[in-house]
């Protein structure tokens, strides 16, 4: 396993999109949640795919507006790589996907949900922030938290 | 805002510089010294969650859930 603090706790990509999009409700409450978490000794972490899951959403949403902006996706890596540990996938994380999709029989594009679960649990995090909890059911069994808004 | 006001000096036999930092309350502190091209110190972006947008204004906010994100392909 990696060696993140058990104090350790996942930031689901919808959670930093709220963070990011100016809706003064859905910031601050996303804003407040971090803020308590950090508060409460939690140490902040995302996963490489929350990073890429991020960009790829952010930039759609871009196109929606019709102004993409390079300079502020450039500008969101550096807010993401100041504010988050990062954490990586590895050969073991993916041992971990191959044991949690033949366990809960996982399938389609809940297999992206579960390779969160994988790389969080091969760095030792067990806690996950997100705003849909339903997506990850299958990993209470594993010991994990979900936390949501 | 913490401001921490120390004067180093970097040569080839002198290339670490350490801080008190016992009087700070306990938790993790990001440490930044950003140098331009003519040794100048630059000073750093602000990158407090709090002033992080996106420009997107957005009255009704998607789930952001993965089921929606992906395609049928995998991506």
């Known amino acids: 396993m990696g060696k993140m603090a058990d104090n350790s706790i996942i930031i689901d990509t919808n959670i930093l999109l709220y963070l990011n999009i100016d809706n003064e409700e859905v910031k601050g409450k996303a804003l407040q949640k971090i803020q308590y978490l950090k508060r409460d000794g939690y140490s902040l972490a995302i996963s490489e795919q929350i990073i890429r899951e991020f960009l790829v959403a952010k930039s759609n ?10 300079n502020k996706l450039r500008e969101d890596v550096q807010y993401l790589l100041h504010n988050f540990s990062i954490i990586w996938p590895s050969f073991k994380s993916v041992l971990f996907l191959e044991e949690l999709i033949f366990k809960y029989r996982i399938q389609g594009k809940v297999i992206h949900d579960a390779n969160i679960v994988a790389v969080a649990k091969e760095n030792n ?16 069994g594993e010991g994990f938290e979900i936390i949501t808004l | 805002m913490i401001t921490i006001n120390k004067k180093v000096k970097i040569s ?15 938790g993790e502190y990001d ?16 990158y407090n969650l709090e002033n992080w947008r996106s420009g997107i204004k957005l009255d009704i906010v998607p789930s952001f859930r993965r089921e929606d994100m992906y395609g049928e392909d995998g991506r």
């Open chain 2, 12 to 26: 080839k036999t002198n290339q670490k510089v350490e801080f008190e930092l016992q009087d700070l309350p306990e």
């Open chain 1, 61 to 70: 949403l871009q196109k929606i507006a019709h102004k993409i902006d390079f």
């Open chain 2, 31 to 46: 440490l930044q010294l950003l140098i331009g091209e003519n040794g100048e110190i630059v000073p750093g972006k602000d």
């Open chain 1, 125 to 140: 995090v067990f806690k996950i922030l997100t705003n849909n909890p339903s997506d990850f059911i299958f990993a209470l």
